[in-house]
């Protein structure tokens, strides 16, 4: 059976993408923010409730402290997870490009 | 100001927090007995309700930590689990922002409901195992004693009725937890 994180929820998504460079979570929302041209803006639960989740499940991980702060980074096995869902989505990219040609033909 | 009141459904005490805001009181503090301390305030705020079982030193500093940074302030509340937040109303008042976290959290109210009404199914029956509601002997009274020995007894039989009441109010709210949670897992 398929992971119960896949696909990936646009929260998930932003934040994994986000993590590909280190940093606490305060500033993963200001990143997301910034990546999603302001559409994407995390809530204080939703964002402790993600980097919980994504830690237990082993895709990212603590590598650090900034003061109080925990510093995370995606981990090997998060790498691995955004490969897999960029390779769905580009095929569902495809099937967009191909729909186009089809119309008009 | 201070007011004396129990809730057993969260959502409710959500409600009724922001209700005293909008008359101008911001709770300041919550004791374990169900006594909460208002005072009064010019400015804008709104709370909002978290519930999160035993959290461990570390989790629960980065847990704060984080609601922190986005500029909620922790309000001491009677423990239990229940996460009281409060801050400056600026537009951005909610703390869940998309459908998986929210359903996450009416999961975990379902829990909450779950345990703390098995635990009053389980004081029932240990209250109502070896004893009856009322004295055997009443039923053999005749007359006036008979009524008068029942209006005695009968606020002691309410008070043993207490908490199997308590439990089907936590059924209530586990039901209605789980309507939520279940109407943002179909959309999903």
Not at chain 1, 10 to 22: D, S
Not at chain 1, 50 to 67: D, F, T
Not at chain 2, 178 to 185: E, I
Request: aromatic share 14%; with cysteine.
């Amino acid at each position: 059976m398929k992971h119960k994180l896949l696909p990936l929820s646009e929260t998930m998504h932003y934040i994994l993408l986000a993590l590909r460079e280190p940093l606490h979570g305060y500033a993963v929302m200001q990143k997301i923010e910034h990546m999603s041209k302001g559409s994407v803006s995390l809530a204080a639960g939703t964002l402790y409730g993600a980097i919980e989740n994504l830690s237990k499940h082993g895709w990212i991980e603590p590598v650090g402290h900034s003061g109080r702060r925990k510093i995370y980074k995606i981990t090997e096995e998060g790498s691995t997870i955004l490969k897999m869902e960029q390779e769905r989505l580009s095929h569902i990219l495809s099937l967009y490009e191909e729909g186009e040609v089809n119309e008009e033909v | 100001m201070k007011r004396f009141k129990v809730f057993i459904n969260i959502e409710k005490e959500e409600e009724w927090l922001n209700e005293q805001l909008q008359k101008g009181y911001r709770c300041t503090h919550i004791n374990s007995l169900g006594l909460y301390t208002f005072e009064k305030t010019d400015q804008k705020y709104v709370m909002r309700l978290d519930y999160q079982e035993y959290l461990p030193k570390e989790k629960l500093e980065e847990y704060i930590g984080i609601y922190e940074d986005f500029g909620w302030n922790y309000i001491k509340g009677a423990g239990l689990g229940i996460r009281y937040w409060q801050k400056e109303d600026n537009g951005q008042n909610e703390i869940f922002s998309d459908r998986q976290s929210q359903g996450n959290y009416y999961k975990r109210l379902m829990n909450y409901s779950l345990w703390f009404g098995m635990l009053c199914l389980v004081f029932s029956f240990m209250i109502y195992k070896d004893t009856r509601l009322y004295h055997e002997g009443l039923w053999d009274m005749n007359g006036a004693l008979f009524w008068k020995a029942l209006i005695f007894e009968t606020p002691f039989v309410l008070l043993k009725l207490l908490p199997i009441l308590m439990a089907g109010i936590f059924a209530g709210s586990y039901y209605k937890a789980y309507v939520k949670y279940s109407m943002l897992r179909e959309k999903s």
